[in-house]
């Protein structure tokens, strides 16, 4: 069974920082793709961003320009760099990857507020 732990979520003010760290139990030098997700109160989870084995990316458009997803090889991780947050950032971000199967975390909650 593969795990993934999510870390570095937290409070932020608006227009500041985090950086979301995702640990997988398993090399991610194969893997079809990862990706972080999100899920605000009330709210149906949605995509942040995307990258695939071959390092494509994909934002949405809500975080373009102020996120970046990026991931090391050798350390099995995969990071979501926040810049410029905003109150509408607040939420559960998920990390999940895909091999055969896709994985989730458990979740790190965000909240962006003064």
Do not use: H
């Amino acid at each position: 069974q593969v795990q993934l732990v999510e870390s570095g979520g937290g409070l932020a003010q608006p227009g500041g920082s985090l950086r979301l760290s995702c640990a997988a139990s398993r090399s991610i030098f194969s893997i079809y793709a990862m990706g972080w997700y999100r899920q605000a109160p009330g709210k149906q989870r949605e995509l942040v961003a995307t990258i695939t084995n071959n390092g494509n990316t994909n934002y949405a458009d809500s975080v373009k320009g102020r996120f970046t997803i990026s991931r090391d090889v050798a350390k099995n991780t995969m990071y979501l760099q926040m810049n410029s947050l905003k109150p509408e950032d607040t939420a559960v971000y998920y990390c999940s990857a895909q091999w055969n199967s896709v994985y989730w975390g458990q979740g790190t909650q965000v909240t962006v507020s003064s």
